[in-house]
């Protein structure tokens, strides 16, 4: 799986002179290459349609026969991306709405729900960051209500910023790398030591949509710390690194599966995982120190 690198199209609404434009691509595709070669952006639209300025095209700015290489570059990397901007948005409007300075903020809600870095032109003082604070206002449907706190986006828009994501990089490279659900399933031993699935979650993970491989990770990956960390006996939970909380009662008998003994068992823990409402569902084995994952996909009864 590529690292993901989402254009923030906040940074594209400056009112700049030429000279300002050519200043910023050049900083931006410099940006770009400080990044791992495997890196894939995705954009809100065609790149030559995209203003870099109000009343600015990036075709234009193309057009110059000195951007050539440069435009070269930025095409590159656009057309190592699997999925579309559109691809990666939420499935139901109104899942998140990502604000900042008050403004909607797309390309800031897809790089934090897809576990990427936000990327923007140098265009203001607001861009001079190597992660930006974002308002978040979503539904919670487990509690039905609006929630409305504050996440922070990884970002860059300097060489210099990506220098602060060097760890966060290093899990796209080798071993750590991953490129599918199937991937995950086949290295789940491996990977997720204190994590026990059932046959049924093999189907869930083959077909994952490439949009989920990445979050889906990032949650099993948490999971997996805070069970391996976690003292049975001494009648806690686990230290969740997100949102885990156990279904409502009323919802309890969805959460119902065969376990790996043939008995039927209650799976109600569960996180969270976006764009839309993906969940997965699991139970906490006291007995063997583990969690027993039923169900990686979408709410269920959703």
């Not at 300075?101 to 190597?130: C, F, K, Q, Y």
């Not at 860059?156 to 199937?182: I, N, Q, Y």
């Not at 279904?247 to 959460?255: A, D, G, K, S, Y």
Request: proline fraction near 7%.
């Amino acid at each position: 799986m590529p690292v993901l690198l989402v254009l923030n199209e906040l940074s594209c609404e400056q009112q700049l002179a030429v000279n300002e434009i050519d200043c910023a691509m050049r900083q931006f595709i410099d940006t770009l290459r400080a990044i791992t070669p495997k890196a894939a952006l995705v954009t809100p639209m065609k790149l030559p349609n995209i203003e870099l300025a109000p009343g600015y095209p990036m075709n234009r700015w193309a057009a110059d026969g000195r951007n050539r290489d440069l435009w070269r570059a930025i095409r590159a990397r656009q057309n190592r991306a699997p999925y579309t901007f559109h691809e990666l948005t939420p499935e139901t409007p109104g899942d998140d709405d990502f604000q900042f300075g008050g403004r909607g903020a797309l390309g800031l809600a897809i790089a934090h729900n897809h576990d990427g870095l936000a990327v923007s032109l140098p265009t203001h003082l607001d861009w001079d960051a190597s992660h930006l604070p974002v308002r978040r206002l979503w539904i919670d449907e487990d509690a039905d209500e609006l929630v409305d706190d504050a996440v922070t986006v990884r970002h860059a828009s300097t060489p210099e910023h990506t220098d602060f994501h060097a760890d966060w990089l290093k899990t796209f490279d080798g071993d750590d790398a991953v490129e599918s659900g199937l991937e995950l399933w086949a290295q789940r031993g491996e990977r997720f030591p204190a994590l026990e699935f059932l046959p049924r979650v093999e189907n869930h993970l083959t077909d994952l949509s490439p949009g989920w491989v990445r979050p889906v990770f990032v949650r099993l990956i948490e999971i997996q710390r805070a069970v391996s960390e976690w003292v049975p006996t001494s009648g806690r939970q686990p230290v969740w690194a997100s949102k885990i909380t156990p279904e409502h009662e009323q919802r309890r008998r969805l959460c119902e599966f065969v376990d790996l003994d043939g008995t039927t068992q209650v799976f109600d823990m569960h996180a969270r995982f976006t764009p839309g409402v993906g969940r997965i569902y699991f139970r906490l084995n006291g007995a063997g120190g583990t969690a027993r994952i039923a169900h990686i996909g979408r709410k269920l009864g959703a």
